[in-house]
């Protein structure tokens, strides 16, 4: 059993900044790729940023040049610093890992989600 587990959302004003933190526990053999979904209400859920295990990065149009994903492959964790917050950001903040486990699958594993709110 793999769990993500997210913290570091909350209210924060227009311009400010948040950083998000995801952490898997459980049997992990490696973790592959790391993302960053949102979702708002009304909206379908839509990927915001991804990191591959050796670090290459991708992000969405809408948030380059504001936001930055990490990991730190020892603590199989990854965050997402979110600067220059607009109010568009706001919405659930869901984490996505894709594991590999000692059987040598891979499966997809999805956090609880953290609300994010920005104020204008």
């Known amino acids: 059993q793999v769990q993500l587990v997210e913290s570091g959302g909350g209210l924060v004003q227009a311009g400010g900044s948040l950083r998000l933190s995801c952490a898997a526990s459980?049997?992990?053999?490696?973790?592959?790729?790391m993302n960053w979904y949102r979702q708002a209400p009304g909206e379908e859920r839509e990927v915001v940023a991804s990191?591959?295990?050796?670090?290459?990065?991708n992000y969405a149009d809408s948030v380059k040049g504001r936001f930055t994903i990490s990991r730190d492959n020892a603590k199989n964790t990854v965050f997402l610093q979110m600067n220059s917050l607009k109010p568009e950001d706001t919405a659930t903040y869901y984490c996505?890992?894709?594991?590999?486990?000692?059987?040598?699958?891979?499966?997809?594993?999805w956090g609880q989600g953290t609300q994010v709110t920005v104020s204008s």
């Open positions: 996505n890992a894709f594991v590999t486990s000692w059987a040598r699958n891979e499966f997809p594993v």
């Open positions: 459980g049997v992990i053999f490696r973790i592959n790729d």
């Open positions: 990191i591959s295990s050796g670090g290459r990065t």
